[in-house]
């Protein structure tokens, strides 16, 4: 187990095009670190770079505190999860984990302790002496963990694990990832270019975006305190709604009415004209249903809805608005960045499931003033960033992961702990 | 449902009923063909008869299946040993994986036959080279394998020796050039994956005793790397030896199996630089030949032997006619007098166990031992009597091709 420290990083290709750009960034020992972004941003270009699989043309990769740049990937005792995983059909459960060991010869009785740890924290314990064709789909992924496992690598590596399973399993292996790692305590990075996956996973989530890092703070910092557009725009489904505004004293005047800054907003976008107001879709609600305390932290207007969208415990209205060519061109490069869908102009809002708003009338909504970004639209800047607020954000999910890590190791669930203090 | 296939793909056309809505593990026995001896596949894989040929089907992921599905292709136009790919079927309903589909590679052996057959003649070394040579292949192409084991390879003889083809190519992806990093994690997974593939036979009691999974498997990388030299070297000599030494090198490289693209030879006082290109392609220059000269399509070395055979019976030929006989007349009647009876001779019962021209190869082999024996040249007509009645039924059913088993395809 180890820390990855990565010192101005560049991957430069035949063509001189940089594919990883300067690229700085530390994985904590024990760290789960998510790579993300569309394609063609680097990630898994980093991710190679530290496997040892595509040479670095300038910086330095540090793992376990030694420069690896120029150790074969085998040297660099990493282990890619995963990856076109096979099971031996003669081969109980037992040996199908034990093999890379059996491999490399270790003795008996270490092979033995070292797979009933591992199938301990596996839950696999119970199949050992079975053949692997008796598995479950979750159960044959655990199998491939378990060789990563008795390896005793310094990390684990994954590349788009769950992109080619069904969704059922995806979501059942991502619990299981997510579980695994805390109880092992074991440094991983994790390339995706699902913001869910991304969300759901992490302890920090580096975003990328054309090989340069854009943010890497806690899923929670990214969704409420996002550095720019680009963040802002990719974390969080549905997406943020971009509205244009411009500055009126210490309001946004916006398609859907003004909207109220406090002090310390107001001051960011003084002076400045044409703006992007980033409202996520949950700051809305039917103005109907909005509680008479909550009421005046917000503001009020009308509109007419297109479509609605039910889901049960769930609603959500569309809501059509102008915008000036400038920005509709800004937001229509933006959503193809981002891979998604071209973002229209209209807004994505969340309202409650017992909401009687109906498509095709106008209805009165309600606009929670208080957590929404400004940015700028050339530069993508987020001009009303708090960037303390942010870092406490990432604060309390790195106390929350050295807590689970120690409670992990206290309870006696990790795998290879003597090992492990020893290498510390 | 849409369907893409690579032409020329008439001869799949009649695949197109096949029940393609349905999931592959849910389909009619009937319409599938029990094929033995496979590797070990993370996916379903069926195959299915048409019009005397065999295909394979496996259901993936779409975007595995377009990949794959491109880089097939791409092998093949460039001669590299792979399977051939017919096409896949991907917007299956509900959402169901891709189906790719792809040509069965005829009178082809798994790894699990060759290594566990009872009175195996071919070494477990032999078959190591064979992968090792395939993996240099597509590592001078630029091709990372990602998933090298012996699963994903089909052997198939050629002349008494292995030639490896590469099944899967899921994992795969194609570059410029590899770097040393790339190479050396394939190598590092194809150790792993051998040793595995080995103990797991050992574990099903279908290794023979002589062969350690872990010594095969740890002989791979060095292997790999001898070839890699061999392959890749710059020599520098002087130039009093430069004739001798690049005849040397160039020889050796055939001998290998590759064929040399390009040399380059820089002089200095100092000595001569020789680089040599090696071509990726398996050399095609016999196989070329005697298509031309007989339309049969065989493989490298078959070829060779089948091109000497050939010549000697012109030779004949002209000799007992005293004059010149053109080579393409000769091709002809050496096909209809030579060649196809001893291939219509085969047994009904041992049809598809070899391919015609291993049996032609083997039944000049038995005429050569035979002769030995007897002192005297027996003949091609009694050779390939004996050998049919002694040799032939010795190799297993279980190798016969599918596509005997189905019918002639021809």
Known sequence: MASIEMRNIVKKYGDGFPAVNDVSLDIADGEFMILVGPSGCGKSTLLRMIVGLEDITSGDMIIGGKRVNDLAPRDRNLSMVFQNYALYPHMTVYENIAFPLRLSKTPDDEVRRRVTEASDVLELKEHLERKPANLSGGQRQRVAMGRAIVRQAEAFLFDEPLSNLDAKLRGQMRTEISRLQRRLGITTVYVTHDQTEAMTLGDRVCVLRKGLIQQVASPRELYEQPVNLFVAGFIGSPPMNFLPATVEGDRLQTPFGPIVLDERRAAAVRGRELLLVGIRPEYFEDASLVDDAKRPLGSLFRARVDVTEWLGDSQYAYIPYEAPEAITNQLRELSRELDSEELRTQAIVSIDATSRIREGREAEFWLDSRKVHVFDPHSGDNLTRDAEAGARLTQMATEDRVEQVQDAQASGQTVGGAHRAGAA | ?410
């Open chain 2, 1 to 410: 449902m849409r369907y893409l296939f690579r032409p020329p793909a008439t001869d799949g056309a009649g695949l197109l009923t096949l029940p393609w809505h349905v999931p592959l593990e849910e389909w009619d026995p009937e319409l599938l063909l029990e094929v033995p001896q496979r590797g070990i596949s993370r996916h379903v894989v069926r195959f299915v008869a048409q019009d005397g040929h065999v295909y394979a089907l496996k259901e993936i992921a779409e975007t595995l299946a377009r990949h794959e599905y491109a880089l097939l292709g791409e092998f093949e136009e460039e001669g590299l040993p792979s399977v051939s790919v017919l096409g896949i079927c991907v917007d299956r309903p509900h959402g169901q994986d891709a189906i790719l589909v792809t040509r069965y590679l005829e009178y082809s052996m798994s790894y699990r036959y060759l290594f566990s057959r009872p009175h195996g003649e071919q070494s477990a070394e032999q078959l190591l080279d064979t992968l090792v040579v395939l993996l240099v292949r597509l590592h001078l192409a630029g091709v990372f394998w990602g998933d090298c084991s012996l699963s994903n390879t089909l052997f198939r003889l050629d002349a008494g020796t292995f030639a490896a083809y590469l099944v899967d190519a899921e994992t795969a992806e194609r570059h410029p050039r590899l770097s040393d990093g790339q190479r050396r994690y394939d190598v590092d997974l194809a150790r792993e994956r051998v040793g595995a593939e080995l103990l797991d036979l050992q574990f099903g009691g279908l290794l023979p005793s002589g062969v350690d999974p872990i010594e095969v498997a740890d002989s791979l990388p060095p292997r790999y790397e001898a070839l890699w030299e061999e392959v890749n070297r710059e020599e520098v000599f002087s130039p009093d030896e430069q004739r001798y030494r690049m005849t040397d090198r160039l020889q050796r490289l055939n001998d290998l199996g590759f064929d040399v693209g390009e040399v380059e030879l820089v002089t200095s006082p100092e000595g001569a630089r020789l680089r040599v290109e090696t071509r990726v392609a398996e050399p095609g220059e016999n196989r070329r030949e005697l298509f031309r000269l007989t339309g049969l399509e065989v493989q490298e070395r078959q070829a060779r032997r089948l091109l000497n055979d050939l010549r000697a019976f012109r030779v004949q030929l002209e000799q007992k006619s005293g004059r010149p006989v053109p080579e393409t007349v000769a091709g002809y009647r050496w096909l209809e007098e030579a060649y196809q009876p001893v291939v219509d001779a085969i047994p009904p019962d041992l049809v598809g166990r070899l391919a015609p021209a291993e049996v032609f190869h083997e039944v000049l082999e038995h005429r050569w031992f035979l002769s030995e024996k007897a002192g005297r040249d027996v003949g091609t007509t009694a050779a390939a009597r004996a050998y049919f009645d002694t040799v032939l039924p010795r190799t297993p059913k279980e190798v016969t091709t599918p596509s005997a088993i189905v019918g002639p395809s021809r």
